[in-house]
């Protein structure tokens, strides 16, 4: 490499501007991959743009910490933007009024489904029981997950990345499964979705309708709430 | 827009300063959605900047979710440990969960006597 552009990677490298730009760039490039690949849940533009980024990172050697340094400004407005889910919640209030004691039991419902599933499912399979316990909070929003993995013995950081793959597979597998059970109801659709697969579920829900994505933010509150006191519950039955 | 957005982040800031004090287990930005709900339920609308914040804010929700995604690349080694037993688990209990909630609600509407309105 010649000196001079050598000397300029060492100073792009250390600043902010080149990550927050490049996670900016792999995210438009995953968008039109994804449009060139017909919207394919598979090629789903965040799974392709962590993709690109991983990569880039592994090749050029970067710890993530450093990435993060520029990064942090988009991954900071995750916090308004979760405040900001209260508007489509309060755009649907009749709905959600209305249909609030179904909506609320269907929630238990998934949560014991998702929990008693994974425990079935690890111990059959011979996984280990500490992966069993980071395993456990998958479906829940990560800063609830780490902290529910913490307390049921677990690994917080190993619960925070099962989190975001449990996610990606949401966004996969769901439209199938609607597709299969013929669930035409967009309200249905984002609630299910947000419950299995948290904010990712939500922010795909979000390019669905406003309706989906209030569901899905619903379903994510709801579901954080309520595992942070019903899983610790449940895991003491399978201590 | 910039009101909107002093707006969203107040009520975060409220969010976080309530769960540090009291110790429950929820994040600050739900409890701050929460109270934002609670506010706009109390005042019956939504301000203008409020709503253009939160739509722009939302519209690029999913690349908000890119920068901890990266963060896989620490977990690596935890995941490999167990990764067939992590996979296969992973997809089939979100199968599992996915239909167990659609045709609970499903059921529980009609039980209920709501029509679709889909």
Redesign the interface.
């Given at each position: 490499m010649p000196e001079v552009i050598f000397e300029l990677w060492v100073y792009m490298a250390a600043s902010p501007l080149l990550h927050l730009l490049l996670?900016?760039l792999?995210?438009f490039l995953a968008q039109w991959v994804n449009r060139r690949a017909g919207g394919s849940p598979l090629l789903h533009?965040?799974?392709v743009?962590?993709a690109l980024?991983?990569g880039f990172?592994?090749l050029t050697d970067t710890p993530?910490a450093t990435?993060?340094e520029g990064?942090?400004f988009?991954?900071f407005?995750?916090?308004?933007?979760?405040?900001?889910?209260?508007?489509?919640?309060?755009?649907h209030?009749e709905?959600i009024k209305?249909?609030f004691?179904?909506?609320m039991?269907?929630?238990v419902?998934?949560i014991i489904?998702?929990v008693i599933?994974?425990v079935v499912?690890?111990r059959m399979?011979?996984?280990?029981e500490d992966?069993l316990l980071s395993?456990v909070p998958?479906?829940v929003?990560?800063?609830?997950a780490m902290?529910?993995a913490e307390?049921i013995g677990g690994?917080p950081?190993?619960a925070?990345?099962?989190v975001?793959?449990?996610?990606a597979?949401?966004c996969i597998?769901?439209p199938p499964?609607?597709k299969l059970?013929k669930?035409?109801?967009?309200?249905?659709?984002g609630?299910?979705?947000g419950?299995?697969?948290h904010?990712?579920g939500?922010?795909?829900c979000?390019?669905l309708s406003n309706l989906a994505?209030a569901f899905a933010?619903l379903a994510m509150?709801v579901t954080?709430?309520l595992s942070?006191f019903l899983i610790p519950l449940i895991m003491r039955f399978f201590a | 827009m910039l009101e909107g957005f002093a707006v969203l982040l107040l009520f975060q800031l409220i969010g976080e300063l309530i769960t540090r004090l009291s110790g429950i287990p929820v994040p600050g930005p739900v409890l701050g959605m929460a109270l934002l709900l609670l506010a706009v339920l109390l005042i019956k609308k939504v301000p203008a900047g409020v709503r253009t914040a939160s739509e722009g804010l939302l519209r690029y929700l999913p690349l908000l979710f890119v920068p901890a995604g990266v963060g896989l690349i620490n977990h690596g080694l935890l995941l490999k440990q167990d990764i067939w037993v992590i996979s296969i688990t992973l997809v089939v209990s979100t199968i599992f969960t996915l239909i167990v909630t659609v045709l609970v609600l499903q059921g529980l509407k009609k039980l209920w006597g709501i029509e679709k309105d889909a």
């Open positions: 996670t900016l792999a995210f533009p965040v799974l743009a962590i980024l991983v990172l592994l993530y990435y993060f990064a942090q988009i991954h407005l995750m916090g308004p933007a979760i405040v900001s889910l209260a508007v489509p919640l309060f755009d209030r709905r209305r249909e004691i179904p909506l039991l269907a929630c419902a998934g489904t998702a599933s994974t499912l690890v399979l011979g996984g280990r992966t395993l998958k479906s929003t990560t800063p609830i902290g529910i307390q690994f950081a190993l925070a990345g099962i975001l793959i449990t996610g597979i949401g597998l769901g499964i609607f059970l669930i035409k109801d967009h309200a249905v659709q609630f299910a979705m419950l299995a697969a904010g990712f939500t922010a795909q979000f390019s994505g933010g509150g954080g709430l942070a | -």
